[in-house]
């Protein structure tokens, strides 16, 4: 499929225009995501349809936590990314290119994505995840249309390197976000992603300023993106330009693909956590067997409204309208009916 977001260059060259490394493509070849390729001067789109993996989960699982809590969702994934993490957990299908993993992978249609969802009735929509979603843009933009169609809710899980014009495109689908601000150093995003960290700070305020729920995701890795001041001035550039009530879950690290720096310490995430505290009100430790860093309390009482166990939760304290039975504070926008 020809791809969206492309300019045509002279010698048969063209230039994405997707996602902020702009690359500038040769006939034959591909982008830095290994999925959009030059065909005769066409920017072709290879992984449309191309799933690597699709199934039910818990939608705590994406992480979401303040989004239909306790219900599950439709996770849909393809085949490869923009970025070039070190740490990457989904290696295997990111950093791929459909050669490597056609063989591995089924081909859906937008129609058979929405007709699986709505096979479950307590699914609530569909997640593009497990790769990047931005790297298969034109199938989830399709499918999120035809979702919305059909009531369902779409939820991107993005690493949020994308340009501002083909996030203003799809904002109207998408009804929520997690997106992964990996440090708040540029040399890292430099060093060990291979892209930056403006563009990404530019994706947060955009889904904050259309009134999109957003959550966010920091990956924490000894020495690498854990330093105390550092973290002070993300918490502090969070709260002044997303505002006090965003969602910040605080993920462990374990070695994984080309990182072998050992896994975060508890001590360590709950010193950052409880920096994080001290400006805003939502903040949870992932990856790790703590009961206190997943439930959620209230921010003006601190009772405790809805309570988690690994991927499940149940609430506790909060009525339909997602308020705190106990004092009326208002906490969750979108509650499972």
Not at 101 to 122: F, G, H, N, T
Not at 291 to 297: C, P, R
Request: aromatic residues 10%.
């Amino acid at each position: 499929m020809e791809a969206l977001f492309y300019n045509k260059l002279e010698n048969g060259e063209v230039q994405c225009q997707l996602c902020p490394h702009n690359c500038i493509i040769k006939e034959d070849n591909n982008g830095v995501c290994k999925v959009r390729t030059n065909d005769h001067g066409i920017l072709v789109a290879q992984n449309y349809g191309l799933v690597s993996s699709i199934g039910f989960d818990p939608i705590e699982k994406k992480p979401l936590y303040h989004f239909y809590p306790g219900s599950e969702i439709l996770s849909v994934g393809s085949i490869g990314c923009n970025l070039k993490c070190k740490f990457c957990q989904n290696w295997e299908i990111s950093q791929s290119s459909v050669d490597d993993l056609s063989r591995d992978s089924k081909m859906y249609s937008p129609e058979m994505i929405v007709e699986l969802a709505k096979s479950r009735e307590e699914n609530v929509g569909i997640a593009f995840t497990y790769n990047e979603p931005t790297v298969f843009y034109e199938f989830m933009l399709d499918t999120a249309k035809l979702a919305k169609k059909n009531g369902l809710n779409n939820v991107m899980i993005s690493n949020g390197y994308i340009n501002s014009k083909p996030l203003e495109e799809l904002m109207p689908y998408i009804d929520a976000f997690n997106i992964d601000l990996k440090s708040f150093s540029e040399y890292f995003f430099t060093e060990y992603t291979k892209s930056q960290l403006e563009p990404v700070k530019e994706t947060l305020k955009a889904i904050v300023e259309a009134q999109k729920h957003l959550e966010i995701t920091n990956l924490v890795i000894p020495s690498l993106n854990d330093d105390p001041e550092e973290y002070s001035k993300m918490i502090n550039w969070l709260y002044a330009n997303l505002g006090e009530n965003i969602v910040l879950h605080i993920s462990r690290y374990f070695p994984t693909y080309k990182l072998s720096i050992e896994a975060t310490s508890i001590e360590k995430m709950i010193k950052l956590g409880q920096i994080a505290k001290e400006k805003l009100k939502y903040v949870y430790l992932g990856n790790m067997l703590l009961e206190e860093g997943n439930n959620t309390y209230c921010s003006n009482c601190k009772e405790l409204v809805v309570k988690r166990s690994g991927y499940s939760s149940k609430s506790v304290s909060i009525n339909s309208e997602g308020n705190c039975m106990n004092c009326g504070n208002h906490i969750l926008n979108f509650i499972k009916k």
